[in-house]
């Protein structure tokens, strides 16, 4: 892997240097947080998280190998706090447990599509919503985020995480895949399938409003 663009803070960290840590938490923190919450209950709780996870960066910086970024190595300490802190408010269940065993409900009913007697089976027989013959002020309105929060926040653990990652806070596929230990495919199709299912709340919901 390239070479981490942040191995000088990790050697000014190693050597105490507050201003680096400072650097840290400046550039970090916000979404450090904004993870933190995806798996406890109020703000406070998600703030102890990050602090509890910074002691851990302070503690574990002499034994981090670079053998991810220090951006991934710091996210997956925080995601395993939060996650202990979650399941000890009995509000997540662990990733483990859904990552490979997800819902299989399909993400649009079978009849959006043409059967298998039909001239072009598997193909769209009512295609989904196209967004853009709507204004921008009602994409982009409260009222069609909060339909978004929503969506995601009925998501399967596992699909909620992935993409709150890869589509609200913009992580890489490997940074997720890092944080989470994922493979590949999982995170593909765990990110597929939620994103499939904010569509389908959003055309719901943007069909009445063209």
């Not at 985020?145 to 609200?168: C, N, Y």
Request: net charge negative.
């Amino acid at each position: 892997m390239p070479p981490d663009p942040d191995a000088d803070l990790v050697t000014r960290l190693r050597a105490g240097d507050e201003a680096a840590f400072d650097e840290l938490v400046d550039r970090l923190g916000p979404s450090m947080l904004r993870v933190a919450r995806m798996y406890v209950s109020s703000r406070a709780v998600g703030e102890e998280v990050v602090q509890d996870t910074w002691v851990g960066v302070l503690r574990g910086i002499e034994r981090f190998e670079g053998r991810s970024s220090l951006r991934t190595w710091i996210f997956r300490i925080l995601v395993n706090v939060a996650k202990t802190r979650g399941q000890r408010e009995s509000r997540s269940v662990p990733f483990s447990a859904t990552a490979g065993s997800d819902d299989d409900r399909p993400s649009y009913e079978a009849s959006m599509f043409r059967g298998a007697d039909d001239q072009w089976p598997g193909g769209w027989s009512t295609l989904p919503l196209d967004w853009r013959a709507l204004p921008e002020t009602v994409l982009t309105s409260n009222e069609t985020l909060k339909v978004v929060d929503e969506a995601i926040a009925s998501l399967p653990p596992a699909q909620a995480e992935v993409i709150r990652l890869r589509d609200v806070l913009g992580w890489s596929s490997n940074e997720v895949r890092n944080a989470l230990e994922l493979s590949e495919t999982n995170q593909r199709v765990l990110l597929h399938r939620a994103r499939a299912k904010v569509r389908r709340a959003l055309d719901e919901y943007l069909g009445g409003a063209g």
